[in-house]
């Protein structure tokens, strides 16, 4: 079985660089949101605690079967721990044997903004040029140099409550093509944006802006809000805008849309890429693709990264299943 580690990933960045891995895995999840109906699929099974939540996230194939082991704890970087932290299995659907076992703390976050551009390739304005996020945390950087893959992004707006996670996500895209912009509070930092991403943290029900704030013909991706009882936009706001999420089942315990009903919702992914329904249809409409993250993703950049790791010999060959001769003397093993 092969064990990819951190370091493992970041070496395998650096072999194909970032705007390639993120090309592969966009590719990669527009091939399986294509194919929906190929998978087995379920919610997420979460176990909530007072300060956060474990979950795991189940999903297969015919081929491959795979879930992530994820935690969010929105209160660990006070404790100098991440909110977000994961691993990953891949195995083969044919013998049930797993094949990787992977990091998926930096995968989870690829994963999440490549989904995010995957949905504004249908959603968003081809001319967009101008991109605010609110929330610099973590998942931040990721999110703007996905989409500054896949639009030509002139000016990026950024607003966070703390300003250290301001100063470092300014620090590490220094240099970038597009400008930079600090704000001073969210409707500064939305107004006549094409782009909005909303990626707090705080585990409560938030209304980050109102609808007369943000331009007509923007493309919001909402994924902070990802667990009940934590939303960043108001069942009003959501009433006024075409909504497309991920996974229906999963979505309305979920996401924004826990606060009202499927009958709100205008698709799942899945439908838009498969040409089932339309994206976006005019330069004007306001549409916002509500994103809790789903195991299918998770799928999709399992199978990436197995793919490369034999291509470019990474991860390290473990025996965590018994190798035996005669596969019904387990018990053999204690006196070999």
């Known amino acids: 079985m092969k064990i990819l580690t951190v ?18 895995v966009i590719t990669a999840l527009e091939e399986d949101f294509g194919r929906w109906n190929e998978f087995m699929l379920s919610p997420r099974h979460g ?23 994820v935690n969010g704890y929105p209160g660990n970087p006070l404790k100098g721990k991440l909110n977000v932290v994961a691993i990953g299995v891949l195995s083969d659907a044919d013998s049930g044997y797993p094949l990787m076992i992977s990091e998926m703390t930096l995968l989870t976050a690829f994963r999440t903004a490549a989904a995010g551009v995957l949905a504004a390739k249908y959603l968003a304005r081809e001319d967009a040029k101008t991109l605010a996020i609110i929330g610099a945390g973590a998942q931040a950087e990721f999110q703007v140099l ?22 470092k996500f300014s620090k590490n895209l ?8 600090a704000c001073s509070n969210i409707v ?29 013909g923007a493309y919001i991706y909402a994924m902070g809000g990802d667990s009940p009882g934590k939303t960043e936009l108001s069942a009003a706001f959501l009433k006024q805008v075409k909504l497309v999420v991920e996974y229906k089942p999963q979505s309305l315990v979920e996401g924004e849309v826990q606060q009202c009903g499927a009958d709100l919702i205008y698709a799942e992914l899945w439908e838009l890429v498969c ?40 991860g390290t060959e473990s025996v965590l299943i018994p190798e035996l001769n005669d596969p019904k003397n387990l018990f053999g093993l204690l006196s070999s």
């Open 47 to 69: 176990t909530y605690y007072r300060g956060g939540v474990i979950e795991l996230m189940p999903c297969a194939d015919r081929q491959f079967y795979t879930f992530k082991y």
């Open 146 to 167: 996905a989409f500054a893959g896949f639009f030509k992004l002139e000016k990026v707006r950024f607003f966070d409550t703390d300003p250290q996670a301001m100063i």
């Open 275 to 314: 040409k089932h329904k339309p994206g976006r249809q005019n330069n004007q409409e306001i549409t916002l693709f509500d994103s809790v993250g789903f195991a299918l993703e998770d799928y999709s950049i399992l199978r990436v990264v197995y793919e490369l790791a034999k291509e470019y010999h990474l």
């Open 174 to 181: 220094a240099g970038q093509k597009f400008n930079l912009i």
């Open 7 to 24: 370091t493992d990933v970041l070496k395998l960045i650096q072999i194909i660089n970032l705007e390639n891995f993120f090309k592969r």
């Open 188 to 216: 500064e930092a939305v107004r006549n944006a094409d782009i909005v991403i909303t990626a707090t943290a705080a585990k409560k029900r938030q209304s980050l802006f109102e609808f007369e704030d943000i331009a007509p």
